[in-house]
Nanobody, 121 residues
Framework: QVQLVESGGGLVQPGGSLRLSCAAS????????VRWYRQAPGKQRELVAT???????NYADSVKGRFTISRDNAKNTMYLQMNSLKPEDTAVYYC???????????????WGQGTLVTVSS
């Protein structure tokens, strides 16, 4: 069974930084595209950043230049480095990945449980 576990959330002052991690475990053959989403209170979930297996990245306009998505394929771990944080970045952040699962190479749309990021003074 495949699991995604996020960590690294917390309370940070405006202008500060946090790094979120998403560790994948279980019967994994390969991890393809990985995405970070966020959902603020009372708002819809939004796509923040995407990274493909080859390392191509894409970002929401609201986080371009401040957030960086990356991955360590050897560790099956993905990251979201968040700099220059603003109060409007406050949300629960979710990791999502397209995974081929052993042994039958079933394609799995996996989600983590979310980690809360609060940006406040």
């Amino acid at each position: 069974q495949v699991q995604l576990v996020e960590s690294g959330g917390g309370l940070v002052q405006p202008g500060g930084s946090l790094r979120l991690s998403c560790a994948a475990s279980g019967s994994i053959f390969s991890i393809h595209a990985v995405r970070w989403y966020r959902q603020a209170p009372g708002k819809q979930r939004e796509l923040v950043a995407t990274i493909t297996l080859s390392g191509s990245t894409n970002y929401a306009d609201s986080v371009k230049g401040r957030f960086t998505i990356s991955r360590d394929n050897a560790k099956n771990t993905m990251y979201l480095q968040m700099n220059s944080l603003k109060p409007e970045d406050t949300a629960v952040y979710y990791c999502n990945a397209d995974i081929l699962e052993r042994p039958k190479l079933n394609r799995l749309d996996a989600w983590g449980q979310g980690t809360l990021v609060t940006v406040s003074s």
